[in-house]
């Protein structure tokens, strides 16, 4: 069913998803996990999103929404950078994480507790764990935290507000420079 819907503009729905649901095209997929290149409602690159496929319980296309969402994504001439995330000995939330990491995205880790949302730089994994460094939203490097990767249920690298973020910390950063 997946493999058939990549390329196509499709709405997921998932209980690891704080929102209630996210809109793009399916990028990879296998039996255990999907990567996502996410689209807002106004039609605009949104990142990547990566998912279990456990959390899915709904997918829906062909439907005036996503019809209207590609629409605006093509005339805002809207589009994913192309990322590599296969490796044989790799899952692909590990080959994200790495090709985050090469790339200098800001991820944002959803754990679905109460302190849910992370967002930082990778910078360092192996073993199944993952070594971020801490960056708060407008803010400089606040340190590092090690994460359990089994533990994540959603990843989204290079959201609209992770790179505004990053366009304010560059812009303060210069400031201090100056």
Request: some cysteine; proline content about 0%.
């Amino acid at each position: 069913m997946f493999e058939r819907l990549k390329g196509k503009m499709v709405t997921l729905y998932s209980m690891d998803l704080s929102d209630e649901y996210i809109t793009g095209f399916i990028l990879k997929c296998n039996e255990e996990e999907l990567v996502f290149a996410n689209v807002d409602s106004h039609g605009n690159n949104d990142g990547f999103v990566w998912l279990s496929m456990n959390g899915i319980y709904r997918i829906d296309y062909d439907s005036n929404y996503e019809k209207k969402l590609l629409h605006l994504y093509e005339l805002n001439n809207q589009t994913h950078e192309k990322i590599e995330c296969e490796s044989n000995n790799m899952s692909l939330l590990e080959s994200l994480l790495l090709w985050s990491k090469e790339h200098d995205k800001m991820v944002s880790i959803d754990f679905g507790d109460d302190c849910s949302n992370f967002c930082g730089y990778v910078y360092d994994f192996e073993n199944q764990i993952i070594n971020i460094v801490d960056r708060s939203e407008c803010d400089s490097q606040q340190g590092y935290a090690w994460f359990d990767l089994q533990k994540i249920l959603c990843l989204r690298i290079d959201e609209i507000r992770s790179r505004d973020a990053e366009i304010v910390f560059r812009c303060q950063k210069r400031e201090k420079c100056e």
